[in-house]
């Protein structure tokens, strides 16, 4: 078998591929972030996911964070342990599970969230004007059943 005719039996084409093409979609979606708020607030992408989701939420633990964004555990804790130090997350424990840390943004966090907000809100308002009501109603249930398959399946993934 020859090199290049191995190479098109074992490589999947990007252009092709659905997983690279929602890869590309929420990489475009998340680069102004990385160019405007990132530096200009002192926050990486996985805290201001983490902000995000107490803003709408709060009082979660990190573990219920990780089962709403599917970010890492790992990702989730070190972004609550900087949002801690630098004032714009407190955590509380639980008094019905001691174990437990509820977590929740500061004013000062807050705050910051309410600055970027309107700007990240923006993007989903690009995706909202790329489709009509009906492709988006669609597009809604279509990434619903994806997530769906994705967490009957976390169980059986291999690390």
């Known amino acids: 078998m020859t090199r290049a005719r191995r190479r098109d039996t074992t490589l999947h084409p990007l252009d092709r591929s659905v997983i690279h ?21 002192d926050l990486s992408l996985h805290e201001w996911r983490v902000m995000m989701v107490l803003a709408n939420r709060p009082g979660l633990s990190s573990s219920e964070i990780c089962e709403l964004t599917g970010m890492h555990l790992m990702n989730v804790s070190r972004g609550v342990r900087r949002l801690a130090r630098l004032g714009r ?28 907000a309107p700007d990240a809100w923006q993007r989903e308002r690009i995706v909202h004007a790329a489709l009509t009501h009906g492709e988006l109603a669609q597009f809604g249930r279509l990434l619903d059943k994806l997530l769906a398959g994705f967490l009957a399946q976390r169980n059986n ?3």
């Open 21 to 41: 093409r929602l890869l590309r979609l929420v990489n475009l979606i998340a680069k102004p972030f990385f160019a405007h708020y990132g530096r200009r607030h």
């Open 157 to 159: 993934d291999k690390p």
């Open 89 to 116: 997350l407190e955590r509380r424990i639980d008094p019905a599970d001691r174990r437990r840390a509820a977590l929740a943004l500061t004013p000062k966090g807050l705050a910051l969230y309410r600055r970027i």
